[in-house]
């Protein structure tokens, strides 16, 4: 079954850093979620990447899949304290419709 | 925008009782989904559901779990005869196809 890895586990920045958090998968990645959740709250759809190379980006937030399609990155530029909150990587085998999720990153934006 | 609603936000139970989760999907979409986090620990699929049938399920969707559309608008998640693993907060999330997944707010089920 798949595996997915989340780095760091958790991180504390200064408003206004750059940071990146990374999502390592044990089998090439079909489709590759990225979700935003409030701790005790519902998971926030982030961004979806497919194609080996694919790059997206919202707001602040951008999201690449490598391509070799087995890691993925969320990079926040200009962090703020709103973007605090747990990161989820999620992903779905080619057939599946389940989602495999990670662990989580946990973010804290110092002000 | 649409979103995905559910009922109970909480929810305490006795060991050995039935609950009913409920879960109100977005309204076009198709597949239907629960999704279970123990405290601290990963989100994990517990069941697909396409076509007033189950499409997928995992090993922990045993046979003290259900699931049902009873109408055009509600999916609802039945645990038969609770156990105290069991307290977990609990997510719906549905897609219109094989696309993007929305996730409810959750139901936290705790188990006494």
């Known amino acids: 079954s798949q595996e997915l890895e989340q780095s760091p586990q958790s991180l504390i920045v200064q408003e206004g850093k750059n940071l990146t958090i990374n999502c390592t998968s044990s089998k090439t990645l079909y489709g590759l979620y990225w979700y935003k959740q409030k701790y005790g709250e519902g998971l926030i759809f982030l961004m979806m990447l497919q194609k080996g190379g694919e790059e997206k980006s919202h707001e602040k937030i951008t999201a690449k899949l490598d391509e070799k399609k087995q890691q993925s990155s969320l990079h926040i530029t200009a962090s703020q304290p709103s973007h605090a909150g747990i990161y989820l990587c999620?992903?779905?085998?080619?057939?599946?419709?389940?989602?495999?999720f990670g662990s989580g990153t946990r973010l804290q934006v110092q002000p | 925008e649409p979103e995905v609603t559910q009922t109970p936000s909480h929810q305490v139970t006795q060991m050995g009782q039935e609950v009913i989760l409920r879960c109100v999907p977005i309204s076009n979409h198709l597949y239907f989904y629960w999704y279970r986090q123990i405290l601290g620990q990963k989100v994990e699929f517990l069941v697909s559901?396409?076509?007033?049938?189950?499409?997928?399920k995992s090993e922990i969707f045993d046979d003290q779990f259900s699931v049902e559309r009873p109408d055009g608008s509600n999916f609802t998640l039945k645990i038969r005869s609770t156990k105290l693993e069991d307290s977990a907060m609990y997510f719906c999330?549905?897609?219109?196809?094989?696309?993007?997944?929305?996730f409810g707010p959750g139901t936290r089920l705790l188990v006494l």
């Open positions: 559901f396409y076509n007033n049938e189950i499409s997928e």
């Open positions: 999620g992903a779905d085998a080619a057939g599946r419709r389940a989602l495999t």
């Open positions: 999330a549905s897609s219109v196809g094989w696309e993007t997944q929305y």
